[in-house]
């Protein structure tokens, strides 16, 4: 019950007080969800299941232009502790004149590791060897249906290819902005041989893959011998291969081995991305919609100035009034927020759905992070107390 039975807080405005809690939660709120959003999204691009491990270039600068022997697959997938390893091609593509990407991967082991469904066509098999299928959102953005032949140029090689679509998928992460092909396909796309790969992901459990596989594969390749190419029932991997893959000398350190998060991560973190610099920007927009809120908690006790200084004179204390005002402006400043955020979030979802907010061709999904909203919530809050309490001197 509040301390106080006056209503001497007038409606209209309060109205007006609501209103800037709701715009400023509707700022502070579209600015934490999207930046929270982006960094959510790109961390999980290679997979947000756990025990999932990418072998990749470090001499790299982004993680779709490296390049790692491929023959390194048949070597981690002999291993006890791996259940599944998936050598995968990801090259920029031109497709109907826009821009996507096309990951070659071996299907079996791909399925193994990143979870996708069929709603259109059929599903790739292994004797498929000109066709494709196509993400839903990919699809949309350029224009094709299951059964369509597209034209796929190459943007890394000088190379283009027919291809048939032979299904649409769907998935919970961004491979919806993608096409997958087989192997060979991204292969040639990339202007590589059939002896590298861009990234080697790996299921399985927490495994010293420096110490267990490269360093000892990096000493026996850098003999003075020439390596052969090894023979097609060597490993596991061989009978999904177009071509048998040569043993190649490469240097341990130059493989890098990360979780999929850490993997994405240490890319966002060399150009300044980072939870550190999207806290601060987050804490920048709060800190301006703050100064807005305490100018209008301000602004609103000095519209009430006679009404305040008329229970003064009956005996009210200042401390009385502090507490009764910011009691009674708790459903106010609990309505506006609400409503902001509420508004914020189906904003973005228009926005994010609609493919207005990408990185590299691929759509950042909307990530609500309860946590954020909390904090916000309860800055506005906090200024709303400090607004009041100041102004009643």
Known sequence: MSPLPFRYLRWRRILAFMTVLVLSSILSSITALSLISFYKGVSAYMGEEKCITVLYDTKSRTPFTGLIPAFLADK??????????????????????????????????????????????????????????????????????????????????????????????????????????????????????????????????????????????????????????????????????????????????????????????????RYGVTRESILILSIATIIFSGATILLAAETLISQHSDEIGVLRSIGASRKLLKRDIIFKLFPVFLTATVLGITAAIALLDIVLERGMLQVLFHNIQLQVDVFALILIASAILAVIIVGVWRSIR
């Not at 299951?146 to 032979?166: M, N």
């Open 76 to 269: 981690a997938i002999m291993m006890k502790e791996v259940s599944a390893c998936s050598p995968e091609v990801i090259t920029p593509c031109i497709v109907k004149g826009k821009p996507v990407f096309l990951r070659g991967v071996l299907l079996e082991e791909f399925l193994k590791i990143s979870a996708i469904s069929i709603i259109d066509g059929q599903m790739l098999n292994a004797g498929d060897i000109n066709s494709v299928i196509i993400g839903r959102r990919a699809s949309e953005r350029i224009g094709v249906e299951a059964g369509d032949k597209i034209l796929v140029i190459g943007v890394l090689s000088p190379v283009c290819f027919e291809l048939r679509v032979k299904g649409i998928f769907k998935s919970d992460g961004p491979l919806e902005d993608e096409i997958i092909a087989p192997l060979h396909i991204g292969q040639w796309l990339r202007g590589t041989g059939y002896n590298y790969v861009t990234i080697i992901r790996v299921k399985g459990g927490c495994i010293n893959f420096q110490e267990t596989i490269l360093k000892p594969i990096a000493e026996e390749t850098a003999k003075p011998d020439r390596p052969e190419k090894r023979d097609s029932s060597g490993g596991k991997l061989s009978e999904h291969v177009a071509a048998q893959w040569t043993a190649i000398r490469f240097r341990a350190e130059d493989i890098g081995i990360r979780e999929t998060e850490e993997f994405m991560r240490d890319y966002m973190e």
